[in-house]
């Protein structure tokens, strides 16, 4: 049997089996009781407008707000990590390895409780969405920090070089030539880490949420225990899909972008 031939065989079976499973599941499942739990129109109806004016709205900005604090500190400590000054290195070095270690959740729970106790007198600007910004961007920014550092040493030596020999200083030659193709170069995965916020804007339950400041899991989960319906999860993921699914596709098309230019 020929190469080509046994090629064509193989993919041919794969579809098989892939169709085959389809249809068992199509077959086997209780559709009108998966209907009756998941998809209830009324209950779907019975959380709009609130799920789009208050829920989703408030995991958007929580998303814009933690991400911005992420980028702007996570740039400064790749900075820090990269600087000849050793201190700087140490405390960029034990941030990064700290918070990527440590649960969202729970510096979400330590920025919220944690503070307040350490600083009574004070309170963190903002209230709650400065809370979510701190708790949130501390830890995004040790990610960004990484992916950041990477970018900058992707950029060829050579760039800061030319830059030198012009004429500019260091801090002018990395603000102008090598920052900008080294956010060039990790948009795509910057873009993720804004994906993977918003998803994480789901903790913040556990700062205490009010009827004004609630996102959308919170939300959802008020609506689950009032109806003793799953509709409203379904809803909630819909609506994160529409926040994630449009930033996916960016991610492919700035991917597609970077290739052709490389």
């Known amino acids: 049997m020929r190469l080509r031939t046994r090629r064509r065989l193989t993919r041919g079976a794969a579809y098989a089996i892939f169709v085959a499973v389809l249809l068992v ?34 995991t958007i900005i929580y998303t814009i707000l933690a991400f911005a604090f992420g980028l702007i500190a996570g740039l400064a400590l790749a900075l820090a990590r990269l600087s000849p000054v050793a201190p700087y290195r140490w ?31 004070r309170e963190i600007p903002g209230g709650l969405y400065g809370s979510v910004t701190l708790g949130l961007g501390a830890t995004a920014a ?3 920090a990484e992916t950041l550092r990477a ?32 956010l060039r170069i990790v948009l795509p995965p910057l873009t993720n880490e804004f994906v993977s916020l918003t998803k994480d804007t789901s903790l913040v339950y556990v700062l205490g949420v009010t009827a004004g400041t609630i996102e959308l899991t919170k939300y959802a989960g008020d609506a689950l225990n009032q109806e ?7 809803v909630a993921g819909l609506l994160y899909l529409v926040i994630t699914l449009p930033l996916s596709q960016l991610v492919r098309a700035l991917e597609r972008r970077t290739s052709r230019g490389r």
């Open 25 to 58: 599941v199509a077959v086997a499942a209780d559709w009108g009781r998966l209907a009756d739990s998941f998809l209830r129109p009324d209950v779907a109806a019975g959380m709009f407008p609130g799920v789009v004016t208050t829920a989703l709205l408030n």
């Open 91 to 121: 405390f960029a070095t034990a941030y990064i390895e700290v918070f990527r270690g440590l649960p969202a959740l729970l510096v979400l729970f330590l920025v919220g409780y944690g503070i307040p106790l350490a600083f009574p007198d």
């Open 142 to 144: 040790a990610y960004t």
């Open 151 to 182: 970018g900058i040493q992707a950029v060829p030596r050579g760039q800061s070089e030319a830059a030198r020999s012009l004429g500019m200083s260091a801090p002018r030659s990395m603000v102008f030539i090598v920052l900008p193709q080294a």
């Open 228 to 234: 003793v319906n799953a509709t409203p999860l379904v």
